[in-house]
């Protein structure tokens, strides 16, 4: 019999994350119906695009569309939940005007990664979201997801360690919105706010696999970071294998066969 704790729930991240880097064209229309099959699925939350520069990542230049869209009823979704994300306080800007209300915030481990994809260093990135949040939380925004990348490895660099990628997870969950003081103050007045934590790759499932996956968990929740939340793409086959050893509740996911960097 399975413990309260032994469950999976999915937060389906493919129509940002598997998309992004596509080279094909995905048509508006194309990513509607999607969305809508997915949420058909049942997939209870599904991160729809992401306020970024569209000469950045081209394929996520109409994700203001999408939002339209939304508000217009011509993407249906039923009950599952937008999300969105984004990557500074240009983008909270964007996502605001077009009435996201789910956040998705981002940083990585490795430091080279994080100059080559946002042009920031780990400590600038934190401190460019503990804003996004502080705005977002005057506007009213209680659900964010926070996003560490490269914990199994940096494209560019190679080998990120496990305490590095512990220190950067601990940092970013001190901006947790509901703890007053640490972090980004909770003035009692707004409804309470909450930042789950991410912790993933860059290019899909680890290449250690399972065991990799469970070091990893093991030292945060040694060192008491919570609540975590594993992204394991399915591009090589190992997300089972890494969702049954690594004893995180929730596994964000790809749609299968399509995942790339955040």
Same mark, same amino acid.
Request: glycine residues 10%.
């Given at each position: 019999?399975?413990?309260?704790? !032994? ?6 991240? +493919?129509? =940002?994350? +598997? ?18 099959? /997915? ?127 512990? =220190? ?12 007053? +003081? ?33 070091? /990893? ?16 793409? !399915? ?21 299968? +066969? ?5």
């Amino acid at each position: 019999p399975m413990a309260a704790s !032994d469950f999976v729930r999915i937060f389906e991240v +493919g129509p =940002r994350d +598997g998309l992004q880097n596509e080279k094909r064209k995905v048509t508006v229309a194309q990513k509607v119906k999607l969305i809508e099959g /997915l949420a058909l699925a049942g997939l209870p939350e599904i991160e729809i695009g992401a306020f970024v520069r569209s000469d950045k990542v081209p394929q996520m230049a109409d994700t203001e569309k999408l939002y339209a869209a939304l508000a217009k009823q011509k993407l249906r979704l039923g009950t599952a939940r937008p999300w969105a994300l984004v990557p500074n306080r240009k983008g909270l800007e964007r996502a605001l005007a077009h009435g996201a209300r789910n956040l998705a915030v981002f940083t990585a481990s490795s430091e080279t990664f994080n100059q080559r994809n946002i042009g920031m260093s780990v400590e600038e990135s934190l401190a460019e979201i503990r804003e996004v949040i502080a705005q977002a939380r005057a506007a009213g925004i209680t659900q964010f997801r926070g996003y560490v990348s490269t914990a199994f490895g940096c494209p560019f660099a190679g080998e990120v360690r496990v305490s590095e990628v512990v =220190r950067v997870t601990r940092l970013l969950d001190e901006l947790e919105p509901s703890r007053g +003081g640490h972090g980004v103050e909770d003035q009692g007045r707004r409804a309470a706010a909450h930042l789950d934590l991410h912790v993933g790759g860059a290019v899909g499932a680890p290449a250690g696999g399972a065991g990799e996956a469970s070091c /990893l968990t093991g030292e945060l929740r040694e060192d008491a970071v919570a609540p975590l939340l594993l992204q394991a793409r !399915d591009l090589v086959g190992e997300v089972l294998a890494v969702v049954h050893l690594s004893s995180f509740g929730v596994r964000p996911q790809a749609t299968k +066969g399509l995942g790339c960097a955040i």
